[in-house]
């Protein structure tokens, strides 16, 4: 069985080729350059083709002959790029709907599509279950929101064979985007605790989010979306407790009360004052949200197998492996 993937160059796809290779797959990468093959375990394994998904001609007939596609290729936030929401949804929106197109004129048995909590955004439910109605705040969440839309457009209009996975934040060896950030406020002890009450950070381990896509592609329903997360949202100050006892760090964490800070950090960004936390994070991680993954648990099969001591002891290693912390 061959399976076209994009987004197989990062760091969550360079773990799945390994393992849809150990299931027997034939993989055939979309990538943007041959420099990005390095990322990749094995390249000359492989197959691929140089293109990109927001250039159509560029993907001309890149579904022939192709079993399986999973798409996991986007544009999310990093600390290095400002990007726009035209940035956003010239990747996320219409480069997704350029490879639908491609999908009508070669069908394919099964599509595997990449969601984020970023399109539910803050919403008045503490459980979080695949009806909640989003409303997505940032513009990255807004850009995946609409890529959903798409999907189910085509699901429905087109019957393309598509299956969504809603995935919280993906943490582990090679995430050089959130958490690397929470580490390295923790290690100079400035990543605050808000409040009293809950700071929840919904997140699903690397390995976990794999399993997840492997049970997807056998299991998966057509026109179904999937919530993928740890066991639980695990709250701040378990997670400082665990990447402490990995640095050896013994100092207390930094307390703030919840609506001064808000009112501070709101003034900043009036002034377009650089601020090290967003306001919308403060919102997000006191607002006690938790997503269940009852429905993949029940239609998948999918149980989380690493808890959060042991995938912030793997994460850490390999940040002091890199010399990133």
Known sequence: MKILLTGGTGYVGSTLIKRLKDHGFTVHCLIRSENKLRNIENPDELTYTIGDLTTPE????LTQNIDYIIHLAVLAPTQKHA????????????????????????????????????AVGLVNTEIIDENTPCHPETEYGISKYEADMLIHKY?????LPISTLRFTHIYGPGDMRDFLKIVRLIKKGVLPIIGFGENLYPAVYKDDAVNAIMLALEKGKAGHLYNISGNDSYDLRVIVKHVKSELGITRFPLWLPKYPTLLFLTCLEFLRIPSPIASRNIRSVTAARRFSIEK???????IPDVDISEGIQKTIQYYKREELI
């Open 58 to 61: 560029t993907i001309t007939n």
């Open 83 to 118: 990007y726009t929401m035209e940035d956003y949804r010239r990747v996320n929106v219409r480069g997704t709907e350029n490879l639908l197109k491609e999908c009508l004129k070669n069908p394919v048995k099964k599509i595997i599509c990449f969601s984020s909590s970023a």
């Open 155 to 159: 699901t429905e209009e087109y019957e």
């Open 296 to 302: 993949a648990q029940k239609e998948l099969g999918y």
